[in-house]
């Protein structure tokens, strides 16, 4: 079975994966509601993994991992993200999913293990592409297979795996010891034939077993696209800045405080490869309540202070192992507050400082464009709306290298966008390429997708715009678009097989020696149909 890819080395995608944060998304605080007719409770685990795996000479690299599993009879499947935390790799990011099985010893024999073991084996398989910072990973395929023993504490396990990691065509070859971390909970999907349905607006998304949740879009309240600059100090070739795009994402914790999920990659400014993911925490405070309190005033402009610790690097940005933390302030101004039309909406602006290993130190200035789910609801019912996530092939069958020659390479990705039927959406989608000789190339993209009434046939197009680097693929700072049209066949009501053609081109052109990335793409996709709480 294969699993969703989840970007993470792609700037657009704040569906992300630090899941130490990501855990406490499972532990809402918000009040217990009836279950609504028709959804659809599944079991759900978020897991942390750290591998210490060796490269070739001895060369020690901490590989840490994290994944969102979803259960369908026995079985769980979903995203994973994998990346160098410690040693001297950082920026090495792979892309892929993970499939596990849980087994139990009872007194009948052994079984699957279900909600009421307190011991069980687990297998899994992590298939993923990607790479960074020189490893060698040849074309970028990661196969991890493990065998856990995992022990429950009552709502959180941990763990001790036994497993390999290999680069089949690459160089990386390494089995080892490692620890694993998970927390379980539940999160609630409505089927496609209630899109439309009127549904409470704190019912849907993730939360513990028997808890409570909150609207949003696979438990974020709030979602922006994000573009700026990242300003290195002196260590870098890449000049005085680096211009990144990428998306933010938060999980409210109460009225001021909520956790935030981040990525963000270079568009421009010569360091194309270079990515960061990390997760934290954000504090803010409305403005007007300095005045006046309660649920209007918490909706107006706000200022505030954010810290965030995760994992970077690539685009020859010294960063050492990887590891990053940032710190700094925000503003942020609800369109709503002034156009009560555009409820939901708003901008914000974001400035701080960012350290890292190897003394790697920048300031960042990005600005905002979101949409708040809480603030669009204001209180009011809401309606099951749809969505779409797909999990994507795609060959660039000429994709131009900075030696000058072209070649194809394969990727693995995953899209995500709102679908309620005919009519257009934005888009987010990331890919990370698994051959082809491409390594460590990825690329995030978002835009706008339109397409007919779902049924037996579809017909769409999209356009979007993003970031791609690394793996020697000439991207030329990093800022590419694309389009593409596609037909999709309908296998069930919640699932359909989608096959698009395209093009994607660098934005910047490059010179007669060495032609900048424009190359035909074959998209190859299967997609998944769902509904959420929505406006």
């Given at each position: 079975?294969?699993?969703?890819?989840?970007?993470?080395?792609?700037?657009?995608?704040?569906?992300?994966?630090?899941?130490?944060?990501?855990?406490?998304?499972?532990?809402?605080?918000?009040?217990?509601?009836?279950?609504?007719?028709?959804?659809v409770?599944?079991?759900?685990a978020?897991?942390?993994?750290?591998?210490p795996?060796?490269?070739?000479?001895?060369?020690?690299?901490?590989?840490?991992?994290?994944s969102?599993?979803?259960?369908?009879?026995?079985?769980?499947?979903?995203?994973?993200?994998?990346?160098?935390?410690?040693g001297?790799?950082?920026?090495?990011?792979?892309?892929?999913?993970?499939?596990?099985?849980?087994?139990?010893?009872?007194?009948?024999?052994?079984?699957?293990?279900?909600?009421?073991?307190?011991?069980?084996?687990?297998?899994?398989?992590?298939?993923?592409?990607?790479?960074?910072?020189?490893?060698?990973?040849?074309?970028?395929?990661?196969?991890?297979?493990?065998?856990?023993?995992?022990?429950?504490?009552?709502?959180?396990?941990?763990?001790?795996?036994?497993?390999?990691?290999s680069?089949?065509?690459?160089?990386?070859?390494?089995?080892?010891?490692?620890?694993?971390?998970?927390?379980?909970?539940?999160?609630?999907?409505?089927?496609?034939?209630?899109?439309?349905?009127?549904?409470?607006?704190?019912?849907?998304?993730?939360e513990?077993r028997?808890?409570?949740?909150?609207?949003?879009?696979?438990?974020?309240?709030?979602?922006?696209?994000?573009?700026?600059?990242?300003?290195?100090?002196?260590?870098?070739?890449?000049?005085?800045r680096?211009?990144?795009?990428?998306?933010?994402?938060?999980?409210?914790?109460?009225?001021?405080?909520?956790?935030?999920?981040?990525?963000?990659?270079?568009?421009?400014?010569?360091?194309?490869?270079?990515?960061?993911?990390?997760?934290g925490?954000?504090?803010r405070?409305?403005?007007?309540?300095?005045?006046?309190?309660?649920?209007?005033a918490?909706?107006?402009?706000?200022?505030?202070?954010?810290?965030?610790?995760?994992?970077?690097?690539?685009?020859?940005?010294?960063?050492?192992?990887?590891?990053?933390?940032?710190?700094?302030?925000?503003?942020?101004?609800?369109?709503?507050?002034?156009?009560?039309?555009?409820?939901?909406?708003?901008?914000?602006?974001?400035?701080?400082?960012?350290?890292?290993?190897?003394?790697?130190?920048?300031?960042?200035?990005?600005?905002?464009?979101?949409?708040?789910?809480?603030?669009?609801?204001?209180?009011?019912?809401?309606r099951v709306?749809?969505?779409?996530?797909?999990?994507?092939?795609?060959?660039?069958?000429?994709?131009?290298?900075?030696?000058?020659?072209?070649?194809?390479?394969?990727?693995i990705?995953?899209?995500?966008?709102?679908?309620?039927?005919?009519?257009?959406?934005?888009?987010?989608?990331?890919?990370?390429?698994?051959?082809?000789?491409?390594?460590?190339?990825?690329?995030?993209?978002?835009?706008?997708?339109?397409?007919?009434?779902?049924?037996?046939?579809?017909i769409?197009a999209?356009?979007?715009?993003?970031?791609?680097?690394?793996?020697?693929?000439?991207?030329?700072?990093?800022?590419?678009?694309?389009?593409?049209?596609?037909l999709?066949?309908?296998v069930?009501?919640?699932?359909?097989?989608?096959?698009?053609?395209?093009?994607?081109?660098?934005?910047?052109?490059g010179?007669?020696?060495?032609?900048?990335?424009?190359?035909?793409?074959?998209?190859?996709?299967?997609?998944?149909?769902?509904?959420?709480?929505?406006?």
């Amino acid at each position: 079975m294969s699993a969703l890819g989840l970007p993470l080395r792609a700037a657009p995608v704040a569906a992300g994966v630090v899941a130490c944060l990501a855990a406490s998304v499972a532990s809402s605080a918000w009040a217990q509601q009836a279950e609504p007719v028709g959804a659809v409770l599944m079991d759900t685990a978020l897991q942390a993994r750290f591998d210490p795996i060796r490269l070739p000479g001895g060369e020690r690299l901490g590989l840490l991992s994290a994944s969102w599993l979803l259960q369908h009879d026995g079985w769980w499947w979903g995203p994973t993200v994998s990346a160098a935390a410690t040693g001297h790799r950082g920026g090495l990011f792979v892309l892929g999913g993970q499939v596990a099985r849980r087994w139990a010893w009872r007194s009948d024999g052994p079984g699957v293990a279900i909600a009421d073991d307190s011991d069980w084996l687990e297998t899994s398989l992590v298939l993923g592409g990607g790479g960074g910072a020189a490893a060698p990973v040849g074309g970028g395929l990661m196969v991890l297979p493990a065998l856990t023993w995992m022990h429950d504490w009552g709502g959180w396990q941990s763990g001790l795996s036994w497993s390999q990691v290999s680069f089949p065509s690459g160089a990386i070859r390494s089995r080892q010891l490692g620890l694993v971390l998970q927390w379980d909970g539940s999160w609630r999907r409505w089927p496609v034939s209630d899109l439309g349905q009127p549904a409470a607006w704190g019912q849907g998304l993730l939360e513990r077993r028997a808890g409570p949740s909150q609207p949003g879009v696979l438990g974020w309240q709030r979602v922006q696209v994000q573009a700026g600059w990242l300003y290195p100090r002196g260590e870098t070739t890449q000049g005085p800045r680096v211009g990144m795009i990428g998306a933010l994402a938060e999980h409210d914790r109460g009225d001021d405080l909520s956790w935030t999920l981040e990525s963000h990659a270079a568009a421009h400014g010569g360091a194309d490869g270079y990515m960061e993911i990390l997760g934290g925490a954000a504090w803010r405070l409305g403005l007007d309540r300095l005045v006046a309190d309660g649920p209007d005033a918490r909706r107006g402009p706000s200022l505030g202070l954010r810290a965030a610790v995760g994992l970077g690097g690539g685009g020859a940005v010294p960063t050492g192992g990887g590891l990053l933390a940032k710190a700094g302030v925000q503003g942020r101004w609800p369109l709503g507050w002034t156009w009560p039309w555009a409820a939901g909406a708003y901008l914000q602006l974001d400035a701080g400082g960012v350290v890292g290993q190897e003394r790697h130190r920048a300031r960042y200035l990005m600005a905002g464009l979101g949409w708040d789910w809480t603030a669009a609801l204001q209180g009011q019912p809401g309606r099951v709306q749809g969505w779409r996530a797909s999990a994507s092939w795609q060959r660039q069958t000429s994709a131009a290298r900075k030696s000058g020659q072209a070649a194809a390479l394969d990727t693995i990705g995953f899209k995500l966008q709102p679908d309620d039927g005919a009519g257009c959406a934005p888009q987010v989608q990331a890919h990370s390429a698994y051959g082809g000789g491409a390594g460590a190339y990825s690329l995030g993209l978002v835009g706008l997708g339109c397409a007919t009434a779902p049924g037996p046939w579809q017909i769409g197009a999209e356009a979007s715009v993003g970031a791609a680097g690394g793996g020697g693929v000439a991207t030329y700072g990093g800022a590419v678009a694309q389009a593409q049209v596609w037909l999709a066949a309908e296998v069930s009501d919640t699932s359909s097989v989608q096959v698009g053609l395209g093009r994607l081109r660098s934005l910047k052109p490059g010179t007669d020696a060495v032609p900048a990335l424009d190359t035909p793409v074959v998209d190859v996709s299967w997609r998944w149909r769902f509904g959420q709480v929505g406006r």
